[in-house]
């Protein structure tokens, strides 16, 4: 077999064929690397209920919440602050690397 990937749909794994990948994704399994972390999720043949959904859903909105009232505006500006600070230290930087006119006439 080549190019073999593992798959997991509850408490059960299979090595199946990269060709084949899709076709078990549509079933509901998971694609999954050697250490059990998900690869790709699957695209199909699960069922979530009402209380999964709606948990999701409270999450969700918290989290859009909590973005909206978030200090980003304080954090735009110390991101503009630092940036104008790596350019002014790249300039320095820059200038350092130029040879001196006392070591170009040494030469």
């Given at each position: ?60 909105e ?45 030469k």
């Open positions: 077999m080549s190019n073999v990937v593992k798959i997991r749909k509850g408490n059960r794994i299979l090595n199946v064929e990269e060709s084949r990948l899709s076709s078990f994704l549509n079933q509901g399994y998971d694609q999954i690397d050697d250490n059990g972390t998900i690869v790709k999720r699957a695209t199909g043949g699960r069922n979530v209920t009402v209380a999964e959904l709606n948990e999701v859903i409270e999450a969700k918290l989290l859009e919440e909590q973005l909206a009232n978030s200090d980003s505006a304080e954090l735009l500006k110390e991101n503009k602050a630092l940036k104008t600070k790596v350019t002014k230290l790249e300039r320095e930087l820059e200038e350092l690397k130029k040879p001196t006119d006392s070591n170009a006439s040494g």
